[in-house]
């Protein structure tokens, strides 16, 4: 199967999976009346919301380039992580709001245990799924993937955390802590909204690849330049699974246009082997371009 295939029945296997959880927290909700219980089950729409968005937007981005798009479609992913971290904060509010209710109404909890059962059995596969989607999601460079990935272990934390503060409302009777913890809940759903919104923003602004990644195309690019002079005005940038690639190459005013082409040959396949899904653009130009002075052994970034 390939990487392609893969992402997209991950995607689509989401969309089944956040439906049986969040079945399963509305019936521990509809158990126990617990608030907190509903507040985690109304994260869970989010998620079926978010698996549907994140699967169209992956759809989307495997397309081909075409006369419209000449780049590609790889930034539709980052348009899905943006709306579900919008969702997210919107379930945030919306349990805030039943939090005010369930204070002005105190109610005991119904049959806590078996609805903590079900939440609990909820949260197992949540997490077993989560860390699929994470894994997958870094291994193909897939920001929809991975926004889902961790937003399901953000419910997962919240769900244990929930079970936890439960078990002792229903141990000591302090009612109060039903909805001290959706608060929680809600402040923890925020940040996390957050946070997927701010780093795919990031995405759709082009931001470049890290300074680790950064330092080993240059590496990259310095040993594969045998027979140029000079690199500079080096140039990157991330939109999905996709890596824009930009430099200048300095050669001897006296190469020939074959000459040069055969560096600038050997140095695209050097980074194609390195970075899958890199796409590479090499202005070339003389020696008196150089911005600094020549005559090296080594060739040199400027």
């Known amino acids: 199967m390939t990487s392609k295939e893969s992402i997209r029945r991950l995607a689509l296997w989401s969309i089944f999976i956040a439906?049986?959880?969040?079945?399963?927290?509305?019936?521990?909700?509809?158990?126990?009346?617990?608030?907190?219980?509903?507040?985690?089950?109304?994260?869970?729409?989010?998620?079926?919301?978010?698996?549907?968005a994140a699967f169209w937007a992956i759809r989307v981005s495997h397309k081909p380039a075409d006369s419209g798009h000449p780049y590609g479609h790889h930034k539709a992913e980052y348009f899905s992580a943006v709306l579900e971290g919008v969702l997210i904060v919107l379930a945030a509010l919306l349990i805030l709001r039943e939090v005010w209710l369930a204070w002005q109404t105190p109610a005991p909890l119904e049959q806590p245990w078996q609805g903590l059962a079900v939440n609990g059995l909820?949260?197992?596969?949540?997490?077993?799924?989560?860390l699929i989607l994470i894994r997958t999601g870094r291994r193909h460079k897939s920001p929809a993937l991975l926004a889902d990935g961790q937003h399901i272990m953000t419910d997962v934390i919240t769900s244990v955390g929930v079970i936890a503060g439960l078990v002792g409302a229903v141990v000591t009777g302090w009612t109060f802590l039903d909805p001290a913890l959706a608060v929680i809940v809600a402040l923890n759903i925020l940040w996390q909204g957050w946070h997927v919104i701010s780093a795919s923003l990031n995405g759709l602004m082009d931001m470049a690849v890290d300074s680790q990644e950064h330092m080993r195309i240059r590496d990259v690019i310095s040993t594969n330049s045998k027979g140029a002079l000079e690199v500079?005005?080096?140039?990157?940038?991330?939109?999905?699974?996709?890596?824009?690639?930009?430099?200048?190459?300095?050669?001897?005013?006296?190469?020939?246009?074959?000459?040069?082409?055969?560096?600038?040959?050997?140095?695209?396949?050097?980074?194609?082997?390195?970075?899958?899904?890199?796409?590479?653009?090499?202005?070339?130009?003389?020696?008196?371009?150089?911005?600094?002075?020549?005559?090296?052994?080594?060739?040199?970034?400027?």
């Not at 003389?286 to 970034?301: I, M, N, Q, R, W």
């Open 19 to 52: 439906f049986g959880v969040m079945g399963l927290k509305y019936l521990a909700y509809h158990l126990t009346g617990s608030v907190a219980l509903y507040s985690d089950a109304l994260e869970s729409v989010v998620n079926v919301i978010a698996a549907a």
């Open 122 to 130: 909820a949260a197992i596969v949540n997490g077993a799924w989560a």
């Open 232 to 302: 500079h005005d080096l140039k990157t940038r991330m939109a999905g699974r996709a890596v824009f690639i930009e430099f200048h190459l300095v050669v001897d005013a006296d190469m020939s246009v074959g000459e040069s082409h055969v560096i600038c040959d050997r140095i695209e396949e050097a980074l194609k082997a390195e970075i899958p899904g890199v796409r590479i653009t090499i202005h070339v130009e003389p020696d008196d371009e150089a911005k600094l002075p020549l005559g090296t052994s080594a060739v040199p970034f400027a």
